[in-house]
């Protein structure tokens, strides 16, 4: 029997589901891990969504979730952001879950003709950025503005290929501006702490869960946890070739099912 854990911090697109299908087997899967007793957290870099969104979708697709299950790097940046200043005026690029979690919390989510008053520049995945909001966002961090990125995710799967993720606009604020930013998703500690907190559980009692190594399987590795990739999303098997030590998963299933059936066995 492989060893047991008494929380799993899964990954959404790319493990959980791509698009609007889920990825074989893993409702199932969930299932399975929720008649163990074991604890999930869904933990996604996509700041895009709320938690109550997530959780819709997911109930859509057949997977039992309550919003306390489903943490944000959008939520995650905009408590850190609270934590750190206290009420602040941020200038967004992002999509509209961010804003919807500094309404939330207190922040002033700022419109790109009053950059010069931000205090903080957030930038995560935004599909309407344009020329003009990367000026805003390099004149603001220009004028003091602390930077902020939600993740630097370079691409997120789709069921017809890959897109430019948020780590495509993070870079071009990062080369414009020559400075870099405070990075809240995966694989920072940041957002890893907070969901350890919430499951109220330690690094050695999780599994770390994704598709992708560079994000998922450092963000375990950043805080001692075990680590597990499935080949649904981003990483393939011929990418496990020369692969550093710090990015080596503890294990490697083709999906999520066939990973709860490996340690389940």
């Known amino acids: 029997m492989r060893k047991r854990y008494k929380a799993f911090i899964l990954d959404l697109d790319g493990c959980i589901y791509v698009g609007d299908r889920l990825t074989p087997g893993s409702d199932k899967a969930v299932e399975r891990l929720r008649k ?35 943490l944000t ?9 609270m934590e750190s200043s206290g009420r602040s005026k941020i200038l967004p690029i ?44 390099l004149r603001a961090i220009l004028n003091g503005a602390k930077f902020v990125a939600t993740n630097t995710d370079k691409t997120y799967p789709t069921p ?6 948020a780590g495509a606009i993070v870079a071009a604020l990062r080369e414009s501006s020559g400075i870099e930013p405070i990075v809240i998703g995966k694989p920072s500690k940041i957002i890893m702490e907070s969901a350890l907190r919430r499951l109220k559980v330690s690094p050695d009692e999780v599994l770390v869960v ?9 963000a375990g590795k950043n805080i001692g946890a075990d680590t597990a990739l499935v080949l649904t999303g981003v990483s393939r098997r011929e990418d496990l070739i020369d692969l550093p030590p710090n990015l080596k998963p503890t294990y490697v299933a083709e999906n999520l099912l066939k990973l709860v059936e490996i340690i389940y066995a």
């Open 94 to 137: 992002t999509g509209r879950g961010f804003k919807e979690y500094c309404k939330r919390i207190g922040h002033v989510p700022l419109p790109i003709e009053k950059w010069d008053e931000a205090e903080y520049v957030v930038v995560g995945l935004d599909r309407e950025v344009d020329y003009w909001k990367l000026r805003a966002g």
């Open 210 to 218: 994704g598709d992708r190594f560079e994000t998922d399987i450092l």
């Open 73 to 81: 790097s959008g939520e995650v940046a905009a408590t850190y952001i």
């Open 160 to 165: 017809d290929g890959l897109d430019p993720g």
């Open 36 to 70: 163990t007793g074991v604890k999930i957290m869904y933990l996604t870099n996509n700041s895009g969504h709320t938690s109550e969104e997530y959780c819709v979708k997911l109930r859509r697709l057949g997977i039992e979730c309550v919003e306390d299950n489903v």
